[in-house]
Each structure stands twice: as C-alpha cells, then as structure tokens.
C-alpha cells in the first residue's frame, strides 16, 4: 500500500507496519504449500539429507509415478469428482429454492421456518443421534450420505435469501402475467439475474466437497471403492505416521528413489492443487457474491 499526499506521520507509520505485516503473512501461509511442493518433486534418496526449503535440490518425478500407480488413488479421484459435481448441483437446487420461497414476506410462517433453520443451524444434534439417523435412512456405506445431507445448507440459504430480496418485484410480476408459473419464473427469471451469488455458493459448495474427509471417515467403513481421494490422503499420512518401515519396505522405497515424507508430500499436492487452481480462477466470485449477499438491504 503505497504512501498519499498529504498523509499524516502516524497513518505513514500504520501503512509501513500494515504492509510489513502482510508480508509476513503471505511468507508464512506460503512456506509450508512451497515446502511440500519442493519435496514432492525431490529426490527421495536426496530428501533424506534435510534441508529442502522451498526448491528441490534433486529433481524427480518418481514420487508421482508411484502415486500414481496406485489404483485406490485413481478410485479416490472418481469418487470426489462425482461427489463435488453431484453434491454442488444438489445443493444449488434444493438450497436456491428454500431461500426463493424464504424471501417471499407473504409466505405463511415464514418467520418460524426461519427461525427453525437458524436453530438447527447453531444447535448442532452431535455425532452419534446423526450417525442413528444416517443408519435408519441406509445411508450408510452409501455414496448418498456425501450428498444428501448438505443438499440444504441454511448459511447459503441466509445468502441467497438476502440476494433475492434485493431483485426488483417488478421482474417476477411481469412474467406471472405471462402465465409463467412459480418455478418457472424462477428458472426462468431469478436465476440470471442472481448468477453473482449462485456462482459464490457454487464455489463455496464444489470446494466443500472436494475438501471433505470425515463423512467418508465415520460413515463409509465398509466400502473402500465409496473412498474419496481426502479420505485416501487422510489413511496415507495417518499410516505413514503411526509405524515404523520394515527393513523390506525400506530397501524397496530405496530401489525406487522414494521415500514415505517425499511420497507423502506428492500425495498431498495432487489432491490439493486442482481445487487451488479452481478457487485461482473464481476468487472474484467470492468477493462479489458474498458482499453483494451479505450486506446489501
């Protein structure tokens, strides 16, 4: 942030120490991704030495082969592709319609249903009464238990709601006169006009479940090809921590130029980079959609 004309001692002090602190900032959310990232790409006989900040010293791609070779991986990736297409486009329908009839004032107990999902929303029911309700909906070991229980999310719906209060009325009176029906004027009319916040939730929901491990962790105990690649890179860190190599494994990691911290690390970048680059592209959207939700009205 560059000094004015005009600016005072102490607001030059404030905007020197703001500036540094950013900085300071970036450099520490920064190392750790660049960390992994330099040992991803090493050597794994070399990363053993230490001392791999943020380039390689001896450039590979064995780690990713081997990663790669790994079939469970490949059936994590199917797995978190169509959940985060599945699940996002749920979320969007189902959610786009309770906040479309939500912001409507002459809904009959609107006041309660709003307060009803705001309760639900605060007062978590815990593990255990969620993990019964799953088991009596057979939801568990089921690909259904990603999607169907975020297709409804009462943030998003706060979002929404308040973003389709803000549409002039004169929009969706014009189309009712046509003879347009109630979901049809919504598809129809609210939707264009709303794609700022739609494409925020969009986000917000596609990086949910791309992200999400636990569900698959407590709910999918039985079906190793239901596995998201999270879960996957969860099991992978969680065994590679918990015991010690054999002498096999060992010699076999060093035939192969690898080792358990390097094939860690490329485990960690290919599950993390794709959804990184995603959230590159549409960080606008946040900004915009969220504000425009958010504090308008």
Known sequence: ???????????????????????IICIMTLYPFLNTLALSFNDGLDA???????????????NYQQVFKDKEIING????????????????????????????K??????????????????????VPTYMLYKDFRLLNNFLVYILPSAVSVWYMLLMKTYFEQIPPDLEESAMLDGASTLHTFISI????????????????????????????????????????????YRVIAVASMRAESAAESQLLERLRVNVVTLRAATVMITTIPIIFIYAIF??????????????G
């Open 48 to 62: 053993n030495r230490g001392q791999i900040y943020v380039l390689p010293r001896v450039w590979s791609l064995k």
């Open 106 to 127: 002459r809904l009959a107990g609107r006041k309660a249903y709003i307060g009803i999902c705001i309760f639900c929303m605060i007062f978590n029911p815990g593990l």
């Open 190 to 233: 609210i939707v264009p006009v709303s794609m700022p916040i739609i494409s925020t939730i969009c986000i917000f929901s596609a990086v949910y479940q791309w992200n999400a491990w636990y569900d698959a962790f407590m709910f999918v105990t039985r079906r190793a090809d239901l596995q998201p690649v999270q879960t996957y890179l």
């Open 1 to 23: 942030m560059g000094m004015k004309v005009g600016d005072t001692r102490g607001e030059r002090i404030f905007r020197t120490f703001n500036g540094i602190l950013m900085v």
């Open 77 to 104: 990736y199917v797995i978190t592709i169509g959940r985060t297409v599945s699940g996002t486009i749920l979320t969007l329908f189902f959610t786009g319609i309770l906040a479309y009839a939500l912001s409507k």
């Open 283 to 296: 960080q606008k959207h946040f900004i915009k959609g969220v504000m425009i939700g958010a504090l308008k």
